[in-house]
């Protein structure tokens, strides 16, 4: 949990922006009672998360594979190898989805723009973060290790039992 407030407050704005310009069918299904905060899914999301990452071929088929994520500053961070197909496709078209889904308890899906993370403190801060998760830096994994931020511009949230999911978590938020 890095987010600052200004960080948790835009997320809110999107979350909001979001689940109210989604179709009628959506909202059915992630009612009042079923949404999360930006300060509820700071608070469920710490540590790796298992995300399904869809990018899209020259062709526009769809591929999607799952990667290992992390949730700073309000949105995900997740890496691959350069010579990964996902790469390849994220240089080209950098339009992703991403969703993490926890069975029925817990959902964040969203779409936006993967952003190669370049050298730097922001990317500092994550290679520590990822190193203190998995006991190696990230870079130490291969030859060309790349790091993304996701952009979002679209996020809904989404817990079927969310006040049993919060008090079973210890989310106080």
């Known amino acids: 949990m890095l987010e600052t407030s200004e960080e948790t407050a835009s997320l809110q704005s999107l979350l909001d922006a979001s689940l109210a310009r989604s179709t009628g069918h959506l909202r059915a299904i992630i ?93 500092d801060e994550v290679e520590a973060h990822w190193t203190a998760h998995y006991g190696s830096s990230p870079w130490s994994w291969g030859d060309d290790i790349r790091m993304y931020r996701l952009h979002m511009t679209w996020a809904v949230a989404y817990a079927f039992e969310r006040d049993e999911l919060l008090r079973a978590r210890g989310v106080t938020a």
């Open 31 to 123: 009612t009042d009672d079923r949404t999360l905060t930006a300060e509820q899914l700071t608070g469920l999301l710490t540590g790796m998360k298992v995300l399904s990452v869809a990018t899209v071929t020259a062709a526009g088929e769809p591929r999607i594979s799952a990667l290992d994520g992390h949730f700073l500053h309000g949105t995900w961070t997740f890496s691959t190898s350069g010579t990964s197909a996902k790469a390849k496709h994220l240089a080209a078209r950098p339009a992703v989805s991403v969703a993490h889904v926890d069975g029925e308890d817990l959902a964040l899906f969203t779409h936006g723009y993967a952003d190669l993370m370049a050298p730097g403190p922001e990317r």
